[in-house]
């Protein structure tokens, strides 16, 4: 079974910047599109950003669009997050979410990572 496992979280401040990274346990030769979702005490699980299987193809949530950047790197099956110019309200867990096929839908999400904290103190 595919395993997602992330990487990189950790406390920072206020404007500092994050690199997440999600690494697939088995390389499997299929195609998946990719997603950062996190979560925040008390509150619902969000979309953060979604990236297509070529990695031509992104979209991010309002909150994040500008200063978070998706990313992949199928030759090593990674999936990247690059957070900048961090606030507060970026405290979240944040897992990797898998869909099989070349196009992120969000309809039907094969995997899920546990997650990554990150933590940004004012």
């Known amino acids: 079974q595919l395993q997602l496992v992330e990487s990189g979280g950790g406390l920072v401040h206020t404007g500092d910047s994050l690199r997440l990274s999600c690494a697939r346990s088995?390389?499997?030769?299929?195609?998946?599109?990719m997603a950062w979702f996190r979560q925040s005490p008390g509150k619902d699980r969000e979309f953060v950003a979604a990236i297509n299987w070529s990695g031509v193809d992104t979209y991010y949530a309002e909150a994040v669009k500008g200063r978070f950047t998706i990313s992949r790197d199928n030759d090593k099956d990674i999936l990247y997050l690059q957070m900048d110019n961090l606030n507060p309200e970026d405290t979240a867990i944040y897992s990797c979410?898998?869909?099989?096929?070349?196009?992120?839908?969000?309809?039907?999400?094969?995997?899920w990572g546990q997650g990554t904290q990150v933590t940004v103190s004012s």
């Open positions: 088995i390389r499997t030769g299929s195609r998946y599109a």
């Open positions: 979410a898998a869909e099989y096929g070349p196009t992120w839908t969000g309809r039907l999400i094969d995997y």
